[in-house]
């Protein structure tokens, strides 16, 4: 099963807004064929799988990091390949949120088919934490990554933008945006660092990942990087409020603009946009609101080996100020090094508790 995770891992970026899946076929305690979801529209990783394995498959076990679907979407059910191919048993991690697509475990029970669900179970929900939110929330999958010292600090003394993460971390970055619908950050990242948002240092995703600029008045300047790179993918502007006539300016110039009373309600703007998962990239105020709201689904730290010292700006200073016995304590997903950094990842206690 962790080999069918591994595989599905490969998919990140290409197949949304279907989860990332992958199988593999044993016959007689030996790997016969494995195969991933690698695209949206593309043959489901059971089917890749099965005709990987052949003849092979008559009489095995199937693993595979989601429920087989029982519909026919893009592709056909994936659990009429599975009958034709002749499975025995079915090992499955994680059933299938999606009510459309679910189902498959008991039509293959239904035909005679042994079939096991939650086998590394976590891990696999882990995988697809942001496909499974979206049937349980109006609003996108927040993930909030800071990259910080071993202080946890983000800017040094002088308060303004430090870059402290190498080239690994940089990449890993790029990385993460493709495989989230959009990436956002705060009207003070924009008018410190002018960032593009885009991918650059990894694969592209399938679906150029959305842009998204968090202010309450909405003035991104039009001379902007963000303003001025449309081409490259889309940008909104999300605000609580804004004159009309700069944002007719900014329509006018390709930026699209969303409105909202707070975050809540401006992450709703943006699910009914179609944007079911947000990378939050900065800076510390943006971080901060989205943290007291509550609406924070995962934390990244990337953490360099570098010590800013006296007078830095610490990622976490406008956070709320909670005594110990009431501070929650978030889940490890995982650790991971990138050349001298470390990014680790934490789930809130409400996922996967």
């Known amino acids: 099963m962790r080999r069918a995770l591994a595989l ?18 044993v016959q007689q305690g030996e790997m016969v064929g494995e195969g991933f979801h690698a695209r949206y529209g593309e043959d489901h990783a059971e089917v890749v799988a099965l005709r990987a394995a052949g003849p092979a498959a008559r009489g095995a076990t199937l693993y595979v990091s989601l429920e087989p679907c029982a519909h026919t979407g893009k592709t056909p059910p994936c659990t009429r390949a599975i009958l034709a191919a002749g499975v ?23 035909a005679g088919v042994e079939v096991v669900i939650g086998v590394c179970e976590q891990e696999a929900r882990d995988l697809n934490a942001a496909f499974i939110h979206r049937w349980s929330s109006a609003r996108p999958y927040v ?10 600090a983000i800017a040094d003394g002088t308060h303004t933008t430090s870059r402290v993460t190498g080239p690994a971390a940089r990449r890993y970055a790029h990385w993460l945006r493709a495989g989230h619908d959009a990436v956002a950050v705060g009207m003070q990242t924009v008018r410190a660092d002018d960032p593009q948002l885009t991918v650059r240092e990894t694969i592209a995703p399938r679906v150029p990942t959305v842009r998204v600029v968090f202010s309450r008045t909405g003035r991104l300047s039009l001379t902007s990087t963000l303003a001025n790179s449309i081409k490259q993918g889309p940008v909104i502007v999300a605000t609580e409020s804004i004159d009309t006539g700069y944002e007719r300016a900014l329509t006018d110039a390709g930026v699209d603009v969303v409105h909202g009373a707070g975050l809540p309600q401006l992450l709703g703007a943006l699910r009914a946009r179609g944007i079911t998962s947000i990378l939050v990239e900065g800076g510390a105020g943006l971080a901060a609101s989205f943290w007291r709201e509550g609406l924070v689904d995962r934390l990244i730290l990337v953490r360099a080996p570098v010590v800013f010292g ?10 709320p100020a909670l005594r110990a016995e009431s501070a929650p304590r978030l889940r490890v997903i ?3 090094v990138l050349g001298d950094d470390v990014a680790s990842t934490y789930a809130m206690p409400a996922e996967g508790a």
């Open 334 to 336: 995982s650790h991971e």
């Open 143 to 152: 993930t909030l990554k800071l990259a910080v010292t071993l202080e946890s």
């Open 88 to 110: 025995a048993r079915v090992v499955v991690a994680s059933a299938d949120p999606n009510p459309e697509a679910s189902g498959g475990a008991d039509e293959l029970r239904s």
């Open 310 to 319: 006296g007078g830095a700006l610490n990622a976490f200073a406008g956070f």
């Open 8 to 25: 599905a891992r490969e998919g990140w970026g290409q197949v949304a807004p279907n989860p990332m899946v992958g199988a593999v076929v």
